[in-house]
């Protein structure tokens, strides 16, 4: 089983930017869809964006659609979340996800994945 690591949270201001890192180790994210997720304060785990295994089209939330863009680097075993103008909504805990099964789709449902990171926090004040 792959295990995940995140980083780059921190305190930002609206309007400003942070770039998340999930780190792999254990097995290769290659031929898996990876996704990020994210958990308001008080709030269930909600859907961030997923990129399919194969490197295509990235699947976005409605809410962070324009402004978040997601990335993999399968020789760095690493995916990313560039997140620009930044809003106190998006104040949450975000995590990664690695898919449950190979060579699979995956669309945004938490089922989907097999293999979550802890998360990293993001604030960021009005």
């Known amino acids: 089983q792959v295990q995940l690591v995140e980083s780059g949270g921190g305190l930002v201001q609206a309007g400003g930017s942070l770039r998340l890192s999930c780190a792999a180790s254990?097995?290769?994210?290659?031929?898996?869809?990876m996704g990020w997720f994210r958990q308001p304060p008080g709030k269930e785990r909600e859907f961030v964006a997923v990129v399919p295994w194969s490197g295509g089209s990235t699947y976005y939330a409605d809410s962070v659609k324009g402004r978040f863009t997601m990335s993999r680097d399968n020789a760095k075993n690493t995916v990313y979340l560039q997140m620009n103008s930044l809003k106190p909504e998006d104040t949450a805990v975000y995590s990664c996800a690695a898919g449950a099964q190979r060579f699979a789709y995956a669309r945004g449902e938490p089922g989907d994945f097999g293999s979550w990171g802890q998360g990293t926090q993001v604030t960021v004040s009005s």
């Open positions: 254990g097995r290769s994210i290659f031929g898996y869809a």
